[in-house]
């Protein structure tokens, strides 16, 4: 389930993708957008005899294809009684159809598909994943199957199976902090009459009524060919894509004429408020309007209003809240894009002891006076200069690209759209955005507010919420067509169609140069889109905290943009937002970085702001402060979210006290160090380590060595390093435990059990490294992998289960994960131990399962490395590890050669079942008495803090 507000299209484009050639936007649509043109994703739709429309977008920059089958059903077509009907469906299609009665997956793992996946929202159902352009055929035999051979697969078992896996989601969602709120006001906002009451999980109630015979009529209602549309963005032509179309799809029917939702915005006439006690660390307001569908001219001037008054860190209200009446750690506001109506939202993180009331009377405040004034010329400016640059920048995955020109599409028969919607959007003035804001965010909000407590064991769903209204428009049957189908000569008996070749990766080779300093620089050129991205790399990182108050390194790094000697943070912001500049920076394990995604045509203006952020932080009292109090806040967020207390808790056992290592994997420090830091340890930080002899430069993108090296010797050549010697880590080798150790953390009223145990394995610098990654994916690491398919597929006690390692120049930790339902927390730690234990004994992995893990990473390159930041990402790993710099063109050969023996040993050397540390964070009471009964090994009972219980309680005293 995806949120795409327009306005967000900031972020959301950022993995947007453009064809080659990409066309200009016509000109003259509106006049104001000529100054702020963006490309076009040219496209040619066909509709097919039976009524299934398909688009196609041609993209030759690699040899991939992007398709996406869009169903034109989502929760608000499911009559009451049936929520979450669409999205356990939605679960079914990946069980196999009648000509593949297998995993939908496991053909594309062995074609190695990237972006694959299906989602469930309010008005559609989508599934998407993009292909080697020679397993294109076998990608749309099997969309087709599933679409008009789909019946025959299902029955009692798969249903009772996904219904549990789709429980187990809808726990594991709830479970997180905050994370029954949006049912709430879902069903609060929308009248009981309205489709849009109840979210798309569903309630408990409903899923376990579902019966074969309902499933199977959704499908015979909802999944008929006109009701469909397929986008296939990437290296085709649009006679190939209508040709293979007609063969695959043209047979199936196109299904019923469908009851359509109509446009119901449904807004309140008063204010009305309500309350819910969560295991959460602070109190959160939300705050929800009911404005006008996607796609209206409405609801994209209210994608301004959105942005002005808590887009980003120069807008209204985190100006107010967080900046001047230090009232809050955050501030967002977005609009939730739906069809028949959507929601304009507010939320607010309430810093830890302020009265709500107080958050209240300054939201109220700043609302009206943007209500009364509007947006500034200026600020309207900044949010359209962004946008289009997200535009220009994003433009690479296919997968987006078919995300795009479905959307419109499907909702307004129109691909382009989003032409159109960028067009008013550039053509907004602040009068027109006063106006809109008027008349549709000035009355009429709900406000829910979240506060630490109890847990209520209800399911969320089952909130009563708004009572029915008046006012609710009748559905409307779409048209009802003249449709036909097409006889197809493909011979479903023989199964899925074969590959018989591979398009070979196309990777960039890598230049290097060296700045007036001595500062070496690498570059990818990739010409794709008019974008450089540039990024500094320090050998430093959360390893570097030793010896100094944890959470230096990440803290220091949060601080570059929080301003320069010569600017402070906010307009620090303002200028990032003016060049339509992206400019981070932040740590990993062993590795600091601080990196520029910059358009073409402003480079020179954005390397020089990066330049003064990095190179002259002013580290302000003030600053720290405000950042200090965020901080304090993202721990205790850390502490109340299950994953986060185990990756805080469980790295300190594995490498135990002293070790560089032996820190919260969150890089975030703990309140002490946080409290303790000062700017003397963050300026001595960055003398020790944020200097031009610990520096490599990484560029990708749009330019050439002969033009990148003045224009970065103009912006860091000058930079000397400090007389002080650079500082060594000491990266100790840690010895493994003598025997399993089990560690519980209570989290009272927890519907599922977070499950996380680890060991040491070796280096990513490790000779067998490619072998360890290969045993590690048909362990753990993939859809079908062992543990994911005993825990979700088989028993249904888990929405994933998997294991990984995490990259480290030193032993890394190698990680089981499986959040599980709680009745089954001791039976699924029983199934994880067993798993582990056969792969290294009676149950060696099989040459079926090791090759298709080769095959499937070999395959999946031109995919993977289809974008610039993708292309950045092999960089950083060439730089960190000591890779040659051939190693991505030489990488499948590598992967080839890997023998079977050598994979099993791989496993042999890693698994260790006999030394696992775990971590088990959920209800005690429930979880602790089975848990011993295991006899696994010495069991101990932490607290969130990862503090012995009893030493708590000692202390406490």
């Known amino acids: 389930m995806v949120k795409k507000p327009l306005a967000l299209l900031i972020a959301g484009l950022l993995i947007l993708t453009g064809g080659t050639p990409l066309a200009r936007a016509a000109a003259g649509t509106v006049a104001a957008a000529a100054t702020q043109q ?124 996904q219904r549990g896996v789709v429980q187990n989601e809808k726990r594991q969602g709830e479970n997180q902090p905050y994370g029954r709120a949006s049912e709430l006001i879902q069903a609060e906002a929308f009248p009981a009459n309205h489709p849009y009451h109840h979210d798309t999980i569903g309630s408990m109630a409903d899923l376990n009524a579902a019966s074969l015979g309902d499933v199977k009529q959704w499908f015979r209602d909802y999944y008929g060919a006109a009701n469909t549309v397929v986008v296939l963005s990437g290296d085709i032509t649009p006679a190939q894509a209508k040709e293979k179309m007609l063969k695959y799809f043209g047979d199936i029917a196109a299904g019923p004429q469908v009851p359509r939702p109509q446009p119901w915005v449904a807004p309140r006439d008063a204010s009305t408020r309500g309350t819910m006690t969560d295991n959460v660390a602070q109190t959160r307001i939300y ?7 996607r796609g209206t001219t ?67 405040d700043e609302w009206q006076r943007f209500l009364k004034d509007g947006p500034t010329a200026d600020e309207l400016a900044r949010v359209k200069t962004q946008t289009r640059a997200s535009f220009v920048r994003g433009l690479e995955n296919v997968n987006t690209q078919a995300t795009i020109l479905a959307e419109g599409q499907l909702y307004r028969n129109d691909p382009g759209a989003y032409l159109k919607d960028f067009n008013e959007f550039m053509a907004a003035t602040p009068d027109r955005v006063r106006a809109v804001a008027g008349q549709w965010i000035s009355t009429g909000d709900y406000t829910l507010t979240v506060v630490p407590g109890k847990v209520d064991a209800t399911d969320a769903a089952t909130a009563v919420g708004r009572a029915a209204t008046p006012g609710a428009p009748a559905p409307a049957l779409s048209a009802k067509g003249d449709y036909t189908t097409v006889k197809s000569n493909v011979d479903r008996s023989k199964g899925v169609p074969a590959i018989s070749t591979f398009p070979d990766l196309s990777f960039p080779i890598l230049q290097r140069g060296k700045l007036a300093n001595g500062v070496e620089v690498v570059l990818a050129e990739r010409h794709t889109v008019p974008a450089v991205q540039l990024q500094l790399l320090f050998d430093a990182g959360y390893a570097a905290d030793q010896g100094r108050k944890l959470g230096t390194s990440s803290f220091s790094m949060a601080m570059l943009d929080e301003g320069s000697k010569t600017l402070d943070s906010v307009e620090i912001a303002k200028r990032k937002q003016r060049l339509g500049a992206l400019i981070m920076a932040g740590c990993g394990l062993d590795y600091c970085n601080a990196s520029l995604n910059a358009l073409d045509d402003q480079l020179k203006p954005s390397l020089d702001l990066f330049a003064d952020i990095v190179r002259n932080p002013a580290f302000r009292e ?22 986060g207390i185990a990756l805080r808790t469980l790295p300190p056992l594995l490498y135990g006290k002293g070790h560089a290592y032996a820190i919260p994997f969150t890089g975030s420090g703990t309140e002490a160090s946080i409290k303790a830091m000062d700017a003397a340890d963050m300026r001595q930080f960055m003398t020790d380590f944020i200097r031009p002899d610990n520096m490599r430069i990484l560029v990708a993108g ?17 930079w000397t390093a400090p007389a002080s010697k650079l500082p060594l880590k000491n990266i100790g080798k840690v010895a493994p435990p003598a025997q399993v150790r089990v560690y519980l953390i209570d989290r009272p009223g927890a519907q599922q059990s977070l499950i996380l145990a680890g060991s040491l394995a070796p280096s990513t610098e490790a000779p067998n490294n490619l072998e360890i990654q290969t045993m590690n994916g048909a362990f753990g690491g993939s859809f079908t992998s062992r543990l994911n398919m005993n825990l979700r597929e088989g028993k249904h006690w888990a929405y994933g289960a998997f294991s990984f390692l995490s990259n480290a120049k030193g032993q890394r930790p190698f990680l089981l994960y499986a959040p599980v339902q709680t009745d089954k927390t001791a039976a699924s730690v029983a199934e994880m131990l067993k798993e582990a234990k056969g792969v290294i004994g009676d149950k060696p992995l099989t040459a079926q399962e090791i090759s298709k893990i080769k095959v499937g990473d070999v395959r999946s390159m031109p995919g993977g490395y289809q974008t610039t930041s993708a292309v950045m990402g092999a960089l950083q790993g060439i730089a960190l590890y000591n890779r040659p710099d051939d190693y991505v063109q030489t990488l499948k050969s590598r992967i080839e050669a890997q023998s079977d023996a050598s994979v099993e040993a791989a496993a042999k050397e890693i698994i260790h079942p006999r030394r696992l540390t775990w971590v088990i964070v959920g209800d005690l009471k429930t979880i602790e008495a089975p848990i011993r009964a295991l006899k696994l090994g010495d069991v101990r009972v932490l607290d969130a803090d990862g503090q012995p219980e009893a030493e708590t309680a000692k202390a406490a005293k």
Do not use: C
Not at 287 to 293: S, T
Not at 300 to 328: C, I
Not at 335 to 361: I, T
Not at 622 to 643: F, V, Y
């Open 287 to 293: 705050r929800e309007w009911n404005v006008p569908g």
């Open 622 to 643: 003030a600053d720290i402060s405000r950042l200090r109090g965020q901080w304090l806040a993202g721990i205790a967020q850390e502490k109340s979210q299950p994953t």
């Open 702 to 718: 749009d330019t050439t060595l002969e033009q990148i090296i003045p224009q970065l010797n103009a912006a860091f050549g000058g």
């Open 38 to 161: 963006i490309p076009e994703l040219a496209y040619s739709r066909v509709i097919l005899p039976n009524g299934l429309t398909v688009v196609v977008h041609e993209d030759h920059k690699a040899p991939v294809v992007a398709v996406s089958v869009w169903y034109h059903v989502g929760s608000s077509y499911e009559p009451k009684g049936k929520t979450g009907f669409a999205h356990l469906f939605e679960h079914l299609m990946f069980q196999g159809s009648e000509n593949h009665k297998d995993e939908f997956f496991k053909p594309f793992e062995l074609a190695g598909a990237t972006d694959q996946n299906g989602t469930t929202w309010l008005d559609r159902t989508n599934y998407f994943e993009t292909v080697p352009t020679s397993a294109l055929d076998m990608a749309l035999w099997m969309e087709s199957d599933r679409m008009g051979h789909l019946l025959g697969a299902i029955g009692q078992a798969q249903l009772d199976e």
């Open 298 to 364: 409405d609801e994209n001037l209210l994608e301004l209003a959105a942005a002005v008054l808590g887009g980003s860190k120069t807008s209204r209200l985190y100006q107010r809240l967080v900046y001047q009446d230090k009232l809050a750690d955050d501030v967002s506001v977005d609009v939730e894009q739906h069809v028949l109506a959507s929601l304009f939202q507010l939320q607010v993180d309430v810093k830890k002891g302020v009265d709500p009331a107080k958050v209240d009377a300054a939201i109220a």
